[in-house]
């Protein structure tokens, strides 16, 4: 696990999107697993600057989302599929056979959850995934249990995580309680990971992630044992360690 601390959000963001900018000029064709809600926001805005600015080209390179809520079409404005579409693919001009995203709606969330894992098999697996880290200390939508999941499956989502999201809804809208999300197993077989946490809240999360044991009821500490994680935070979420 290799931990970079830089002094605030924006420098950390920018530190991923070189990561990633890289993994694509590396390897045009790359598989990507992307990741939604706040922390990707500046990384996605640095990425697009420099598509825009001809210094990356993503139209060979494939990508698969992390998690969708059950229940969220894909133009729910809730929808990780629309957070997506309006935050990233439609400012890189990315076809629809680029993107892979869950299907909130599907009617057998088991069998879309293992197709999702044999599609990202068929394409090779993923070459890189960026992570954000919840409060809890989830990666995607796994949250703190008593053993660490394995492939893509459908979440129940604890209470907190519905709190921490409930700032995205409308008001008097409800929180879907339960996604459909990759599994640690799935996760852990990128070649490589890039965690960005930001912020104050993040830091007892940090700390039990890099400096605890691997314990899943902090589901981020697995990413000790991975051959190729960079944890990329700022001062704030680096307080405690």
């Given at each position: 696990?290799?931990?970079?601390?830089?002094?605030?959000?924006?420098?950390?963001?920018?530190?991923?999107?070189?990561?990633?900018?890289?993994?694509?000029?590396?390897?045009?064709?790359?598989?990507?697993?992307?990741?939604?809600?706040?922390?990707?926001?500046?990384?996605?805005?640095?990425?697009?600057a420099m598509a825009h600015r001809g210094v990356?080209?993503?139209?060979?390179?494939?990508?698969?989302?992390?998690?969708?809520?059950?229940?969220?079409?894909?133009?729910?404005?809730?929808?990780?599929?629309?957070?997506?579409?309006?935050?990233?693919?439609?400012?890189?001009?990315?076809?629809?056979?680029?993107?892979?995203?869950?299907?909130?709606?599907?009617?057998?969330?088991?069998?879309?959850?293992?197709?999702?894992?044999?599609?990202?098999?068929?394409?090779?697996?993923?070459?890189?995934?960026?992570?954000?880290?919840?409060?809890?200390?989830?990666?995607?939508?796994?949250?703190?249990?008593?053993?660490?999941?394995?492939?893509?499956?459908?979440?129940?989502?604890?209470?907190?995580?519905?709190?921490?999201?409930?700032?995205?809804?409308?008001?008097?809208?409800?929180?879907?309680?339960?996604?459909?999300?990759?599994?640690?197993?799935?996760?852990?077989?990128?070649?490589?990971?890039?965690?960005?946490?930001?912020?104050?809240?993040?830091?007892?999360?940090?700390?039990?992630?890099?400096?605890?044991?691997?314990?899943?009821?902090?589901?981020?500490?697995?990413?000790?044992?991975?051959?190729?994680?960079?944890?990329?935070?700022?001062?704030?979420?680096?307080?405690?360690?």
């Amino acid at each position: 696990m290799n931990v970079r601390v830089y002094p605030n959000g924006d420098l950390a963001s920018i530190a991923a999107a070189v990561l990633i900018a890289g993994q694509v000029v590396d390897n045009p064709r790359s598989v990507l697993g992307l990741a939604t809600g706040s922390t990707p926001l500046p990384i996605y805005r640095e990425l697009i600057a420099m598509a825009h600015r001809g210094v990356l080209d993503f139209q060979n390179v494939t990508t698969y989302n992390l998690d969708e809520y059950a229940g969220l079409g894909p133009d729910h404005p809730c929808s990780y599929r629309r957070f997506m579409q309006e935050n990233l693919f439609s400012h890189l001009q990315m076809r629809p056979e680029q993107i892979h995203i869950p299907n909130g709606l599907a009617e057998d969330p088991d069998a879309e959850c293992r197709a999702y894992d044999a599609a990202i098999a068929a394409a090779g697996g993923l070459d890189l995934q960026l992570l954000g880290l919840g409060s809890n200390g989830h990666i995607g939508f796994n949250e703190p249990a008593p053993h660490f999941t394995t492939n893509s499956y459908c979440v129940r989502l604890s209470e907190q995580t519905r709190r921490d999201n409930r700032r995205f809804f409308a008001e008097g809208e409800q929180v879907p309680t339960h996604a459909l999300t990759m599994g640690i197993a799935s996760i852990m077989q990128a070649r490589r990971i890039v965690l960005v946490a930001t912020g104050p809240n993040k830091a007892q999360a940090v700390k039990r992630m890099v400096d605890g044991p691997v314990d899943p009821m902090v589901p981020a500490s697995i990413l000790q044992m991975h051959r190729h994680a960079t944890i990329l935070l700022d001062a704030d979420a680096a307080a405690l360690l």
